[in-house]
């Protein structure tokens, strides 16, 4: 027994010491945050990411994360933090990054992008690297964007009063809103009314009327309780795919060697596919309790969303015109899903054979 017992003590102290060689023996730590909490498909990505990293670079690479505020608490106070190195990592939605890099609100573009599958090609692909030049380059260097995942799902058009199956139906509804331009846009292109509300007080806004609907994504509507203030139309006109800005500070990449850089993109590739597969999950059990509590939940028919796209139209012109580099962007997003959707039909015709 006391000779197994000090088998024992030996591995232990073993893989103790081993622990703290590769503790001490990480060459880079990165600080990761994200303005979420532990329930949300960013802190999936998150946990992927660091558990890659760190196996994959043996060691050389340590990830550590804060969950919440801890670091920054809004997007452009995140931003500087990844510009002056003091955050590494940080993820954000195409709203909370438009301060400093206004066209990638061009991913909040009505309709551009059908489902999840031409959605996921083309933010694989160069479309993705093309942002990641543009930001490059009015960062003076400073902020890369290493990928683009999900977060949330898609956006549907959600509210208080009634079905909306067609454009007609949103006419004199208040719609909440972000404080930007381009979803009010939106919304006033839709015959409705853009009401700009703090994401804190929409319960409270939905139970009083001061808004009468949103457009968010149904694990948001049921993470937030917004059913039990009234929200009980929602229509999958999937208008806008969520997508997630994962920035890095380029002065710590690039410091890396070719060999730690490659962990470093393996990881954001992990992560980018744990954030696509996350909010289609989550999703399952939402739609379920959604009408499980007596929701109505309308799907458009393929006439009734090309409908929906036609009465969006002046927004494209609305952010070419009005959006720095927009033209640009918006030329390289739907060229390549232009792209994507041939090689997609190309794929479907041969998968039919």
């Known amino acids: 027994m006391l000779r197994n017992f000090m088998k024992t003590a030996v591995v232990a102290t ?18 990761a945050t994200a303005n979420s909490n532990e329930n949300d498909e960013d ?28 670091l920054c608490s809004n997007g452009a106070e995140c931003l500087q933090g990844v510009a002056d190195g003091t955050i590494d990592i940080y993820i954000s939605t195409s709203g909370g990054a438009s301060g400093i890099f206004p066209y990638v609100q061009v991913l909040d573009l009505p309709y551009l992008m059908a489902d999840d599958r031409v959605a996921e090609h083309v933010l694989s692909g160069d479309f993705t690297r093309k942002v990641r030049d543009m930001a490059l380059e009015d960062s003076g260097g400073a902020i890369r964007l290493m990928t683009i995942g999900n977060t949330g799902g898609w956006r549907n058009f959600a509210n208080t009063q009634r079905r909306v199956a067609e454009p007609a139906d949103m006419e004199g509804l208040k719609i909440r809103t972000v404080v930007a331009d381009l979803p009010q846009e939106l919304v006033k292109a839709l015959g409705a ?28 509507i049921m993470g937030m309780k917004f059913p039990d203030a009234g929200l009980q139309y929602v229509t999958l006109d999937g208008h806008a795919y969520m997508g997630a800005l994962w920035w890095m500070n380029n002065a710590k990449f690039m410091e890396m060697s070719d060999e730690l850089k490659m962990v470093v993109n393996d990881g954001f590739y992990a992560l980018q596919q744990a ?18 509590g ?46 994507v959707e041939a090689e997609i039909a190309e794929a479907n015709a041969m998968d039919l054979k």
Do not use: C, H, M
């Not at 802190?43 to 801890?70: C, H, M, P, R, W």
């Open 275 to 292: 954030t696509f597969a996350s909010p289609k999950r989550k999703s399952i059990q939402a739609y379920e309790d959604f009408v499980a």
């Open 43 to 70: 802190y999936d990505g998150l946990v992927v990411f660091k558990n890659f990293v760190e196996n994959a670079s043996n060691g050389a690479i340590e990830v550590e994360l804060f969950i919440g505020t801890q």
């Open 294 to 339: 007596g929701g109505d939940l309308y799907v458009p028919s393929p006439e009734e969303k090309a409908a929906f796209k036609e009465a969006a139209a002046p927004v494209y012109d609305w952010f070419k015109g009005n959006i720095d580099g927009g033209e640009k962007i918006f030329d390289a997003l739907t060229g390549a899903v232009a792209e």
């Open 14 to 31: 073993s893989l103790v010491a081993t622990s703290a060689i590769a503790a001490a023996a990480a060459d880079f730590t990165l600080r």
């Open 193 to 220: 009314s853009p009401t700009p509300i703090p994401w804190p007080e929409l319960f409270t806004s939905f139970q009083t009327g001061v808004v009468e609907g949103s457009k968010n994504g149904i694990t948001d």
